[in-house]
């Protein structure tokens, strides 16, 4: 168990469906993040948030909406998908910094189990 | 843009064997590049991290190094195991700065196979 929970660990969904994917992390971290992986293709950075502050938005389509409540808890909101959305959703989550010394990193991640999504 | 390659794609050796697991990356400017573990419709397990102002690592039986002027990275297994079996990712994160950090490119990975 590395600390950081994920549900569902399956979901199918059709395309005009909307499903919420959850991540919780018991590390007392600050930052966590949303990682997509396709098939025969490298692990991809979504979104990154930092006391509970979205930092990053790697270009990911508006259909994908994350929402931090709290630095414990992440949700990736999904809204008419497409079937090449289809794969293994990773959350991670790291110590994070206070934003006026964040680019001192050196963020070790520790990942989830993943939710694999089906759009059919 | 950082781009990451891992060779081989995949690699199947009896078990006893000593092995090395190879990763380049094309922007040397990196602050540091980790070593990552995956099991089948599983997550991460993070093995190492290596520092750019460090040269090696190691944790029991794994030991990786760096080399940043060419840009290369190796994982070696020491008396591989049919449990080391799964595929191993590394990753090169970006430069210091603005908002960059964890923002880490991955490699496709080597699929290992250790069997008895």
């Known amino acids: 168990e590395t600390g950081v929970t994920q549900t569902p660990r399956h979901l199918v969904m059709g395309m005009t469906n909307k499903k919420s994917l959850k991540c919780e992390q018991h590390?007392?971290?600050?930052?966590m993040y949303w990682y997509k992986q396709s098939a025969k293709k490298p692990l991809e950075l979504m979104f990154v948030?930092?006391?509970?502050?979205?930092?990053e938005n790697n270009s990911v389509p508006s259909r994908f909406s994350p929402e931090c409540p709290n630095s414990s808890h992440l949700f990736l909101h999904l809204h008419t998908l497409q079937p090449e959305d289809s794969a293994l959703y990773l959350c991670a989550s790291s110590q994070g910094r206070a934003l006026r010394t964040f680019y001192a990193t050196n963020e070790k991640l520790f990942f989830g189990s993943g939710t694999q999504l089906s759009v059919l | 843009k950082q781009e990451v390659t891992q060779i081989p794609a995949a690699l199947s050796v009896p078990e006893g064997e000593n092995l090395v697991l190879n990763c380049s990356f094309t922007?040397?400017?990196?602050?540091?590049l980790q070593w990552f573990r995956q099991d089948p419709g599983k997550g991460l397990t993070s093995l190492l991290l290596i520092q750019s102002s460090q040269r090696e690592q190691t944790s029991g039986r794994l030991n990786a190094s760096l080399d940043k002027s060419s840009g290369r990275s190796t994982l070696y297994i020491a008396a591989s195991q049919p449990g080391d079996s799964a595929t191993y990712l590394c990753a090169a994160s970006l430069p210091a700065g603005g908002t960059s950090y964890g923002k880490l490119t991955f490699g496709q990975g080597t699929i290992l196979t250790v069997h008895p």
């Open positions: 948030y930092n006391f509970k502050e979205q930092t």
């Open positions: 922007d040397s400017a990196i602050y540091n």
């Open positions: 590390l007392g971290h600050n930052a």
